[in-house]
């Protein structure tokens, strides 16, 4: 497929890296400027180019960047044609993306990004940790292969999340509309708690909505307190025994 990714960080930088080995065409581009993808472009074939002409003559759109950066992006897919499949990877932090009322009122953070974009959305790759996503991808068929959810509301756009998700080296796992994607958002039982395709649909039924924001808000505090300046993503191992112990 030919996929544009807009955002290069801890998710967008990985992402870039797997799919392109996965054989797809990236384009990629972030809010600092082609130039500042030199390396990543050299070592993965993609190119870097602004964001306008990334989300050119592509299948499929990732935006990997944080929830507060979605609304300006309106104007910028408002050319996009219908049938491309765009990707969010997002999960609101009211620390990081300013209190956003309609989200602390209860609705499901998709269901907001959708209406901040005017179009449909895949919900994917946001409920797994940076260092795992990074280097705990395995072969399709590994006992111990982590599995991700994947929420859409277009069938076609559901089977493209989950088709590249898969080449991530995670297992995908249908986790239904995105009015349930709640179910995957941040305090969660599968929110970057690392778990197995038999695990996970266990996990996404227990998760009880209500408690999210504050078990959310325990696991932001704990890693502030262990990593210090609230932007620098723990190790996995830390990072899954905090989440499992908050989380499930």
Same mark, same amino acid.
């Given at each position: 497929m030919n996929i544009g990714i807009i955002g290069t960080g801890h998710i967008g930088k990985t992402l870039v890296r797997k799919l392109a080995k996965a054989g797809h065409t990236i384009q990629m581009a972030n809010s600092r400027g082609p130039e500042t993808l030199k390396e990543l472009a050299e070592e993965t074939g993609a190119k870097a180019l602004t964001a306008e002409e990334a989300i050119q003559g592509v299948d499929v759109i990732i935006l990997s960047v944080p929830l507060k950066a979605l609304p300006p992006m309106k104007e910028l897919l408002a050319g996009v044609p219908e049938e491309v499949t765009i990707i969010d990877t997002s999960n609101y932090y009211p620390f990081r993306d300013t209190r956003i009322e309609a989200i602390e009122a209860g609705q499901v953070e998709s269901l907001w990004v959708v209406e901040q974009?005017?179009?449909?959305?895949?919900? !994917?790759?946001?409920?797994?940790?940076?260092?795992?996503? !990074?280097n705990k991808g395995t072969a399709a068929g590994s006992s111990d292969r982590i599995a991700l959810p994947v929420a859409a509301d277009r069938e076609r756009d559901r089977q493209v999340?989950? !088709?590249?998700?898969?080449?991530?080296?995670?297992d995908a796992f249908d986790a239904g509309t995105l009015a349930e994607s709640w179910r995957q958002q941040p305090g969660a039982p599968c929110y970057c708690t690392d778990l197995t395709i038999e695990q996970l649909p266990g996990a996404l039924a227990a998760a009880e909505r209500a408690r999210l924001p504050k078990r959310r808000d325990l696991s932001i505090a704990a890693i502030q307190e262990r990593v210090g300046d609230g932007t620098t993503n723990p190790d996995s191992e830390y990072a899954v025994r905090l989440t499992r112990a908050l989380f499930m």
């Open positions: 974009l005017g179009r449909p959305i895949v919900k !994917a790759w946001n409920c797994v940790g940076s260092d795992s996503f !990074a999340g989950l !088709a590249l998700v898969e080449d991530t080296g995670f």
